[in-house]
């Protein structure tokens, strides 16, 4: 591993006596559904002070269409539980996926009383049927604004909180640690520039790291910012080979991907490939309703065989006017590409869309990193295990945003807020190498990753990633940096390179992670693949089954 790396503590240098002190008992960091469930939750019983890089609204989770998944009768919490456990292939943990599934509808009760509006069938909340659900158990609103919905009605409960202040708009840079503890963040605001918050616990909410892949369904802020923070403050990363390909976006040429719901799959449209033909029942009993790491693998390689950028969506067979009723987003994505559902077939293709491991945490939410916390996407709870069930990444950021917000809560009670003369401080000598343009090394790392640790991977083209993200590294991570731009490219590279090295160490294939040089699972393999920065460099642990 590149030096470059083992030498960044921080991205950037910061004297504490130059620059501007903030305090609270909680930092938030992330306005996604995860980290505004979780300062709900803090709030009740301390300050929260929530920032965020962009507006509120823009997140994975506003983006969110098919649902949230909730085991409302007569379906139950153990049927919902044994569907995730199925799904993730060996990996989940049982006790946090009951956990998980049996607070699902006391939190879509929650937020029907905080005025939320799911759609309803016949006087009841609707249902409805995604891939390796045994029932139709995720509930959606306005058809395909589900996630919207959800963050437009914690965002309200947030604006009421008096406990509550936001900063929209604001980098954080890397979280603040003093003696193995965590004690704020640094960040950038590009009105009040570099500050310091302190704070008695630290609560990461920053999503995924979809946009480490040129293809993906990630909104901008989806950098793996909170990933490569965590592990420069000394956490452990947890199962990050595990990247989850959505099965079907949206594929016009030269045009970003747009998720197609897995809901669309759900109500029965069926897949084709480019000689019409329906394939999916030749690779699953299940066909188009099979976990998602086997429908994207499966188009791959009916696309692969044809020698076809995409497959085709076809819906021509609901009835006239319900797709567009069902789905109102997705018709109007169709109709801007001047492409009718009812009358033509949906090109479509595999794409990053979700990062299944994460910050190791506890069933609160707690990391190994004393003070700091994770929920939500950047987390690795144990829920999902090798591949997520459709619609359970809404619902665990709602169970565990409110699990970490009170975790945060009580350590700020007990702890008490750090004092301001923590001798914490950073500063990088100039670097004398050559600079690379950035836009470039972008760029090129998503069409790397892309190629070689994408849905197949193997050792060779592994082990040549590595190399080349090693090689970029020398001459971005030995620099300080000075624009948010630049410090997502360098979290980008940290992650990649995670990713990279968790899928050369699992010699197996599990759920989303498949070798084509190790095709089985090993039964007797590792249970988790864990990352941590050491003295000289990613050190992997393979925790046995």
């Not at 605001?189 to 920053?206: I, N």
């Not at 490219?489 to 995670?498: C, D, P, R, Y």
Request: glycine share 8%; with cysteine.
């Amino acid at each position: 591993m590149s030096r470059a790396f083992v030498h960044r503590r921080y991205l950037t240098n910061f004297q504490p006596q130059r620059l501007p002190h903030l305090f609270s008992d909680v930092l938030i960091v992330g306005s996604g559904a995860a980290g505004l469930r979780a300062a709900i939750e803090a709030a009740q019983r301390a300050d929260v002070l929530l920032v965020t890089k962009d507006q509120v609204d823009l997140s994975a989770s506003s983006y969110a269409q098919g649902g949230v998944a909730a085991a409302l009768p007569p379906d139950t919490p153990a049927a919902h539980a044994a569907d995730t456990l199925a799904t993730g292939c060996g990996l989940s943990d049982a006790r946090v996926v009951e956990l998980v599934t049996s607070a699902g509808p006391g939190e879509i009760e929650r937020l029907l009383g905080w005025g939320a509006h799911f759609d309803t069938q016949g006087g009841r909340l609707a249902g409805g049927l995604e891939g390796a659900h045994s029932a139709p158990r995720i509930i959606h609103a306005q058809g395909d604004a589900t996630g919207r919905e959800i963050v437009q009605t914690l965002w309200r409960q947030v604006r009421a909180q008096p406990r509550i202040r936001v900063f929209e708009h604001c980098f954080t840079i890397d979280v603040l640690t003093h003696q193995d503890e965590a004690l704020g963040a640094v960040t950038f605001h590009p009105k009040y520039g570099h500050q310091m918050f302190w704070a008695a616990a630290v609560v990461l909410a920053t999503g995924g790291p979809a946009r480490v892949f040129r293809e993906h369904t990630a909104p901008p802020v989806a950098t793996g910012d909170g990933l490569a923070m965590a592990l420069r403050a000394g956490a452990v990363l947890r199962d990050l080979e595990m990247v989850q390909f959505h099965p079907t976006t949206l594929y016009v040429a030269g045009a970003a991907r747009v998720l197609i719901s897995e809901a669309v799959r759900g109500e029965g449209a069926l897949l084709l490939n480019r000689a019409g033909r329906r394939f999916m029942p030749d690779y699953d009993p299940r066909a188009e309703l099979a976990p998602r790491d086997v429908v994207s693998r499966a188009m791959a390689r009916e696309m692969k065989r044809e020698h076809s950028a995409y497959a085709l969506l076809d819906v021509r067979h609901f009835p006239p006017g319900a797709f567009a009723a069902r789905f109102p987003n997705i018709a109007r994505y169709c109709r801007e590409f001047d492409i009718d559902p009812q009358t033509q077939l949906i090109p479509v293709r595999p794409a990053a869309h979700y990062g299944i491991g994460g910050v190791a945490t506890d069933d609160r939410g707690r990391t190994n990193v004393p003070g700091l916390l994770a929920c939500g996407e950047v987390a690795s709870t144990g829920l999902h295990g090798a591949n997520r069930l459709a619609s359970n990444s809404l619902l665990e950021c709602l169970v565990f945003g409110a699990r970490a917000g009170a975790a945060a809560a009580e350590r700020a009670a007990t702890a008490g807020r750090p004092q301001r003369q923590a001798p914490v401080d950073h500063v990088l000598p100039a670097s004398t190498r050559t600079e690379l343009d950035l836009p470039d090394v972008l760029h090129s790392l998503q069409s790397l990753m892309s190629r070689n640790v994408a849905l197949e991977r193997d050792a060779g083209h592994l082990g040549e990633t590595i190399e080349i993200i090693e090689f970029w590294s020398r001459y971005v991570m030995d620099k300080v940096l000075d624009s948010p731009g630049a410090w997502e490219v360098q979290n980008l590279l940290t992650v990649a390179l995670a990713i990279t090295t968790a899928a050369l160490a699992r010699r197996e294939s599990r759920g989303a992670h498949f070798r084509t040089d190790f095709p089985q699972t090993d039964l007797a393999g590792p249970r988790h693949i864990d990352l941590r920065l050491g003295p000289g460099g990613l050190d992997v642990v393979a925790t046995p089954l």
